[in-house]
């Protein structure tokens, strides 16, 4: 498993929340958000890590502040004027449905003096679940990043009950797309923001003017496409025990890419991308095993 061997430290930007997972029997909260997720992944993978992120200073607040310092993650948190997020996951009849309070909805982050010194200071910057569809944060968040080609990576990762603009969201997610490192999309972005399949979604990024897209394609693996060249692909990794949760399995598949990226640089050949991604599907097939969407090692 890929372990972290080097000092140098990721920045997260995105998204906190406490998850909140309801079906027939029982209601139960875990610390969530796809940056978070990623952030305390880092963390558990050895990466010393800070996330950005809005958190309010309330009890929610406090509990998520509790699992990051837990993960020693450092935290720089932007108020949250409305508390903290929380997004509840409705699984009674079936397939889950997805409800976002207020403050999820409207969440934000400033980028003032801490923020923009971390971004500066940070060997690679990872952006998950950010509201592209704010053309305000967007551009404040772009202005602090130097050198995105070499440490930008994105993963777009909207919610639909959280996204106010899709077209907006599109073109500004795929201005920085167009200037990154390496993007992360999986088959919900593709269905959710382009009403498209993953293969169409993959090629319109590289034709834009991405490096390299990550793609993850649930029970049909992932597959990495740099620009000029064929499509790499991997199957699902097969572990003992059942499947619990899938929720982390994106974020874990991104949390190990990194720090594959972060140990041994960004894969120049087929043989190294594929490595990568047979790493990121046994993080992601170990985290699966496990309910909440911790990252866990097999």
């Not at 976002?100 to 679940?129: H, M, P, Q, T, W």
């Not at 003017?209 to 992932?222: D, E, F, I, N, Y």
Request: net charge negative; glycine share 10%; proline share 5%.
């Amino acid at each position: 498993m890929t372990q972290n061997s080097t000092s140098a430290r990721v920045v997260v930007v995105g998204d906190a929340l406490i998850d909140v997972l309801r079906d027939s029997e029982a209601s139960r909260e875990f610390a969530g958000g796809a940056a978070l997720n990623v952030a305390v992944g880092l963390a558990v993978l050895g990466v010393p890590t800070t996330l950005i992120a809005m958190v309010g200073d309330d009890a929610d607040g406090a509990a998520l502040r509790a699992v990051l310092d837990q993960f020693g993650v450092q935290l720089i948190a932007t108020p949250g004027p409305l508390g903290s997020s929380r997004a509840v996951s409705d699984r009674t009849d079936g397939e889950p449905r997805y409800f976002f309070n207020d403050a999820a909805k409207g969440r934000r982050i400033d980028f003032g003096a801490e923020e923009r010194a971390a971004l500066a200071g940070a060997e690679l910057i990872v952006v998950s679940c950010f509201p592209f569809d704010d053309t305000a944060q967007t551009e404040a968040f772009a202005a602090c990043v130097t050198d995105p080609d070499h440490r930008l990576v994105i993963d777009p990762n909207p919610r639909a009950g959280m996204l106010h603009d899709g077209p907006r969201f599109v073109r500004n997610f795929e201005a920085l797309a167009a200037r990154s490192l390496l993007v992360k999309v999986g088959d919900d972005d593709a269905d959710l923001l382009y009403e498209s399949t993953l293969d169409e979604l993959r090629e319109r990024l590289v034709d834009g003017g991405a490096h390299s897209v990550l793609a993850t394609a649930g029970r049909l693996g992932a597959s990495v496409t740099v620009a000029g060249s064929d499509p790499i692909s991997v199957p699902i990794a097969e572990l003992d025990g059942p499947v619990i949760d899938t929720m982390g399995a994106g974020d874990a598949t991104l949390a190990a890419s990194v720090c594959t990226i972060l140990n041994a640089g960004m894969p120049r050949d087929a043989v190294a991308w594929r490595a990568l991604l047979v790493d990121a599907m046994l993080t992601a097939a170990a985290t699966c095993r496990h309910e909440g969407a911790l990252l866990r090692r097999p």
